[in-house]
């Protein structure tokens, strides 16, 4: 049987239609895994953070009560008290099934509740959000996602002024507002991690459906950051 070049198209056509619907309904499978797993890191890792607030509390309680009266002899070499250095404070992280976390994101106006794992990589995005780079306490912190529906999927519809939030491991709770929603191109890493003014202290980012550029939203910490819960 002869077949014409209309139904070849038809056909072809038909099968670019039927790749199409199975990749859509893998993205939505991928969508419901993902996000039933971040809710299950979630439940143990609020577990995990709470903990540790509360250690870091009864620990900062002993200190003060126990140094009040305690009179520490200054070192032979007085000047050595008045080194320039900073100490470097280690970060803490929560272990969860052999990975790391760093601590949870809160989007309120988009119903939004995450963990965030300290380190990104394509298969570790398909669990949960992932730190790209820097940290809360540095106020440079940049956190990927997928597209889902139940990670970042949403972030295009914040607004100027909505609240985020960000509990650290440790307990500590950094508040932040968008201050501004920007879309970039796929390879722009430059103007993503950019910050020469420090006018952002959180990023958070996503790719478009189409993959070739990055949804990029800009937060500031406001002023009641920096509590523990």
Not at 21 to 32: E, F, H, P, R, W
Not at 96 to 110: E, F, H, M, R, T
Not at 183 to 211: K, P, Q, R, Y
Request: proline fraction near 2%; charged fraction near 25%; aromatic fraction near 6%.
């Amino acid at each position: 049987m002869k077949i014409t070049k209309g139904k070849c198209f038809v056909i072809l056509g038909s099968l670019l239609l039927l790749a199409a619907a199975i990749l859509i309904l893998s993205n939505i499978i991928q969508d419901k895994k993902s996000g039933e797993r971040a809710r299950e890191v979630l439940e143990v890792l609020e577990v995990k953070i709470s903990d540790e607030a509360k250690k870091s509390e009864e620990a900062e309680t002993k200190v003060q009560t126990s140094t009040e009266q305690i009179y520490t002899a200054p070192s032979e070499d007085l000047f050595a008290q008045y080194g320039t250095e900073e100490p470097t404070t280690q970060e803490k992280l929560a272990e969860i099934d052999g990975n790391s976390y760093v601590g949870i994101i809160s989007i309120p106006s988009l119903d939004v509740r995450l963990p965030v794992m300290s380190e990104w990589s394509y298969a570790n995005l398909k669990i949960s959000p992932c730190r790209y780079s820097g940290r809360a306490d540095t106020d440079d912190i940049i956190i990927a996602a997928h597209n889902y529906s139940s990670h970042f999927g949403n972030i295009n519809s914040l607004s100027v002024g909505d609240e985020m939030v960000f509990i650290a491991a440790d307990g500590t709770e950094y508040r932040y507002n968008v201050i501004q929603i920007d879309t970039l191109d796929g390879t722009d890493v430059e103007g993503l991690i950019a910050n020469n003014d420090g006018n952002w202290d959180l990023t958070l980012f996503t790719c478009t459906l189409s993959g070739q550029s990055r949804v990029c939203v800009r937060a500031e910490k406001s002023d009641l950051s920096g509590e523990t819960e």
